[in-house]
C-alpha cells in the first residue's frame, strides 16, 4: 500500500444514525502549502478507487502541478484505506459497516481541510466517477470556499438507470455462496470476478470494443485476457465489503439530500456558485451528458465540457485514453489560469 496520513475523527457521527468511534480519514498529500494558504486543490477518490489511482493526474508540467499546487486527495469512506468494513473493529465491522452519504465524505474532508491545515480557501475540487460527485458536493455544501469545481463523468445525484445497473453489480457480487452476508470467511472471488465482468460492459462504449481498443490501445492479446487480466484482476484487488459500502453511497449519492436543502435538487445545483466545467463523456453509459446538461442549466457559473471520446467512462480517466487525459489536463490548466 502507497505511503498516506491519518486524520483522526473522533466520534464521527455519519447522517444515517450510526457513529462511528475512532473514524479516520486517510489521506495523501503533494506539494507545498503556500504562506497565503491559497494554491489548494482537493481531489477525492473514487468508487473501488485508493489514493494512488489518482497519481495519472498529478506532475510537473502538469495542471496539478506539486511545484505550484498543494494537493490533496482524501479517500473516500469505504475504499479500504479510511474508515471502512474491511478495516473498522467489531461491532461495526464487515457487513455491519454504517451506511455512509456522500455529504458525510465532504464534511469530514472539510474538517481535514479546516482542522488539519487552517485552510479557509480552495483553488479547486476535481474529480472522476464518484470523485465527481464529491465536487459537486463540495460546491454546493461551501460554495464561498472553493474557487473551482471539475466533476468529470459523474454526476450531482445518482440516476434511476444508475441505481440499477449498480443492483446489478451487487447481486453479482452477494450471489457467491460464500457471503454469508457481508461475514464471509473466505473471500468471495466468485463474485468479485462476476462484478468484473458486469463493469466490463458499462466502463467503456460500444464503440470502444467495435474498434478493438482494448488490444490495439491497451494492449490485451484478446477479449477473454482483457476481461480477467484488467476488469477481474481489478475488483480482485478489492475487499467486499468495502465495495458495497461505497456502492451503497454512490446509489444514495445527492448533493441536495442534507439539512440545507431537504432534497430540493435545483435549489443545491443554483447554490454552486464556484466556476464549473462539467465534463460528461459523449458515450458514458453511467453518466450520459443528457444530465450534465439538466445540471449545467440549474448551476449559475458552470459550462459544459464534453469529452468527444469512444472511452466512454474512462474518457480521461484513470489514465486508459492518452489522448482524453491532455484533454483534460488543458481544460484543468485553463481554469486554473483564468
Known sequence: MEDYEIFDLGAFSFQRGA???????????????????????????????????????????????????????????GNGMSSSPSNTPEPYNAGRFPNVTIYDNVRAQHRLVTEKFGIEKIRMVVGWSMGALQAFQWGALYPDMV???????????????????????????????????????????????????VYAGWGLSQAFYRQQLDSKDLGYSSMEDFLVAFWEGHFLARDANDL???LWTWQYGDISDNELYHGDFKKALAAIKPKAYVMPCRTDLYFPPEDSEVEVANMPNARLVPFESVWGHFAGGPGTSVEDVKFLDGKLKELLAG
Open 19 to 77: 457513529t462511528l468511534r475512532n473514524a479516520k480519514l486517510a489521506y495523501k498529500t503533494f506539494g507545498k502549502l503556500n504562506a497565503a494558504k491559497d494554491n489548494v486543490i482537493v481531489y477525492p477518490t473514487w468508487y473501488s478507487g485508493f489514493q494512488q489511482d489518482n497519481y495519472w493526474l498529478i506532475g510537473k508540467g502538469m495542471a496539478l502541478d506539486p511545484d505550484k499546487y498543494f494537493i490533496i486527495i482524501p479517500n473516500m469512506f
Open 244 to 246: 458495497l459500502a461505497m
Open 147 to 197: 474557487d473551482i469545481i471539475v466533476p468529470f463523468c459523474g454526476s450531482a445525484k445518482c440516476s434511476r438507470h444508475n441505481f440499477v445497473f449498480l443492483e446489478g453489480v451487487k447481486a453479482a457480487l452477494t450471489a457467491d455462496a460464500v457471503w454469508a452476508e457481508g461475514f464471509y470467511k473466505e473471500r468471495p472471488t466468485r463474485g468479485l470476478r462476476a462484478v468484473g465482468r
